[in-house]
């Protein structure tokens, strides 16, 4: 059975907040696991307003050190521990910022009741989660950058229990082994995936980016292609790609030319500039094109 990923915009403005947008950060969650990407400024009642649960988040992965990506950190993990949270709780950084992000809490003040891991990401570095893989992008921007690509795993057929009990396999990790493809050895027998799967139920996970900041890729990894979802920052308007380019973000028709070349299905942009109110006109007659407003939320099945 499918589950869902349930996908929330918790702020769409790039640098400082407006009336009706929070800076940029966004929620996924899958069965049962909330990941986080981005702690803005105000990003906890955010949370509050969707129907997750900041004592789920899993993992929080901070693209890079920009104010407005990191101020709300500290403001989370002190409601988590006020809380009592108990669970460890991951934060992923960009390679070089571990002692930063640690004086940065320190200078905080905050005695956390659970354990953090800080870890340190380099580019195209797996994450393993729950039937999935969260793999960094390094991004192009004045200060290292990372996106994030969400990736289920996929399905390379239909397991068969009976065939399985059949083969005397026992139930437990050997099964879980043969779904994802590999041979197995049961009493020095190699059994094979095809023996216990129907291989012409083949499935392909879900794939969302998210991408923010940066100037548009030149050039990028094969994985990210053909996203379901695609996040992409869009500073600028057109009119200033020339700022764009100097302060290494993008401009609107550059993510839409990159969003074609990597055969994304559904585009939607976020950490507008504040200053530009007519973003959405820009968007009349374009397909599959979305300017998310905050709180906006996507619900998608995994397979
Ligand atoms: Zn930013
Ligand atoms: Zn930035």
Redesign the pocket.
């Known amino acids: 059975m499918a589950d869902n990923i349930n996908i929330y915009f918790l702020g769409t403005s790039a640098s400082t907040p407006t009336k009706s947008r929070n800076l940029t950060s966004l929620l996924i969650n899958y069965r049962g696991s909330n990941y986080l990407f981005d702690a803005s400024e105000n990003v906890q009642q955010q949370i509050l307003k969707t129907s997750q649960s900041i004592q789920k988040i899993k993992s929080i992965f901070i693209t ?1 050190f ?1 104010g ?2 990191y101020y709300g950190i500290l403001g989370l993990l002190s409601s988590m521990s006020l809380l009592k949270r108990e669970d460890e709780l991951n934060i992923y950084v960009p390679f070089g910022y571990k002692n930063f992000l640690e004086n940065f809490l320190k200078a905080g003040g905050i005695n956390l009741s659970f354990k953090i891991n800080i870890l340190q990401i380099k580019s195209n570095q797996k994450i393993k989660i729950d039937n999935g893989v969260i793999t960094s992008v390094k991004l192009d ?3 290292p ?1 990372y996106g994030y690509c969400f990736k289920v795993n996929n399905k390379i057929g239909k397991f068969n229990k009976q065939k399985a009990i059949k083969l005397k396999i026992p139930e437990g990790p050997l099964f879980s082994k043969l779904q994802e493809g590999k041979s197995i050895k049961v009493d020095g027998k190699v059994i094979k995936p095809s023996q216990v799967m129907d291989l012409s139920f083949k499935k392909q996970g879900k794939k969302i980016l998210y991408f ?2 940066t100037a548009v890729l030149k050039k990028h990894p094969k994985f990210i292609e053909s996203p379901d979802v695609l996040v992409h920052e869009c500073t600028f308007l057109d009119e200033e790609k020339e700022k764009a380019k100097l302060k290494k ?1 993008s401009s609107f028709s550059e993510v839409v030319s990159f969003s074609k070349k990597i055969k994304a299905k559904e585009l939607y942009l976020v950490h507008v500039s504040s200053r530009y109110k007519d973003l959405e006109a820009n968007l009349k007659n374009k397909k599959n094109i979305s300017l998310p407003e905050d709180l906006f939320s996507l619900e998608i099945k995994d397979y």
């Open positions: 890079h920009h407005d990506h921007h004045t200060v950058s923010t900041d973000h």
